[in-house]
């Protein structure tokens, strides 16, 4: 296995690395996704809301240990990672936004910290 980057190529521990993240980012969102299609109170969608779970820190190992691999691989061909950074920024930011004022509903509140949300009994349905 390849661990240095070259002036023209991504080392293939990197490679790997960086499909391996996709494939979990890609289970994540289709945990949430799915869960809603489980009768609420079953074991089914508190499995699916723990396996999100699970899933995200596993992403987060990853982005670890890719972040490791990145700073001993070397120089990287034309990087450029503030790029594709502030761009996944812009989408969370926009899905955030687009939950609170067109599907109205709680998403956003529920993201903030404890103390920062509107009010304790807020659900959305007032901006209606």
Do not use: Q
């Amino acid at each position: 296995m390849e661990l240095k980057n070259s002036r023209s190529r991504y080392s293939t521990s990197l490679i790997g690395l960086h499909w391996l993240t996709l494939l979990l980012l890609v289970a994540v969102y289709a945990c949430m996704e799915l869960r809603g299609l489980a009768p609420k109170g079953s074991d089914l969608r508190a499995n699916m809301k723990s396996l999100h779970s699970l899933l995200g820190l596993c992403v987060l190992a990853v982005v670890i240990v890719r972040i490791g691999v990145r700073w001993n691989a070397g120089a990287a061909p034309e990087i450029r990672p503030s790029t594709a950074a502030y761009f996944l920024i812009g989408m969370h930011a926009a899905a955030a936004l687009l939950h609170h004022y067109v599907m109205r509903d709680n998403t956003l509140v529920r993201m903030l910290p404890r103390g920062a949300a509107p009010s304790k009994n807020w659900t959305g349905s007032e901006a209606r």
